[in-house]
């Protein structure tokens, strides 16, 4: 929930620079939308961008407009109309720029263009030629792993074979145990006890 929540005001942010750069261009300025006006220097001052909106402003009945392609706008070549490119006469006529590139306009009114030069041409920037800096992602650091837990038994037997654990030899090496005899007595300890014996059975 709380990163959709991240989301939603990221998106919000984005979208609140288009909506208060949006703007509304009167074409022509107080001119409006007339015969002998340079529309190619009144273009060039002007800064279009994806989300403002031309308006064409003329008395109605004495000019129209009319969406084109480029080579129609070089040859004032009148398109054919039709529902998806009509010709728009209201005398203030807005149009929505939607989409980034050159868009061509001109009057449909024969002898307007082509004598009149009636005509325009401009080109739509994306969001003002500025492109929203993506989101950058927080490295997250990896988890440290715990050590394995060490088994006693095998440390136990590794301690009992390793080299470090076994007897040293040579100088070091610890002397051996005197062997004992048969009778736990030392070899000069037996003729001491025959003695002792002897003499006692002489006594009794």
């Not at 008395?59 to 004032?76: F, L, S, T, W």
């Amino acid at each position: 929930m709380a990163r959709l929540n991240v989301l939603a005001i990221a998106l919000l942010a984005a979208l609140i620079p288009i909506a208060t750069l949006a703007k509304e261009i009167v074409v022509g300025d107080d001119a409006g939308w007339i015969t002998k006006f340079d529309y190619v220097s009144w273009a060039k001052k002007q800064d279009f961008q994806v989300g403002d909106t031309l308006v064409f402003k003329y008395p109605q009945g004495a000019h129209n407009v009319i969406k084109v392609d480029e080579n129609a706008y070089k040859n004032c070549a009148i398109p054919p109309a039709g529902p998806a490119n009509p010709v728009l006469a209201s005398g203030k006529d807005v149009i929505s720029l939607d989409a980034p590139g050159k868009k061509w306009f001109l009057c449909a009114i024969p002898g307007h263009c082509e004598k009149g030069g009636q005509k325009l041409e401009i080109e739509v920037k994306a969001g003002g030629g500025k492109t929203a800096a993506a989101p950058t992602a927080t490295p997250t650091a990896a988890p440290k792993l715990a050590p394995a837990p060490t088994d006693a038994k095998s440390d136990n037997k590794t301690a009992a074979t390793s080299p470090a654990a076994a007897t040293p030899s040579g100088d070091g090496a610890p002397a051996p145990a005197p062997a004992s005899s048969a009778n736990g007595l030392n070899g000069y300890q037996l003729p001491l006890a025959i003695v002792g014996a002897i003499a006692a059975l002489a006594i009794f």
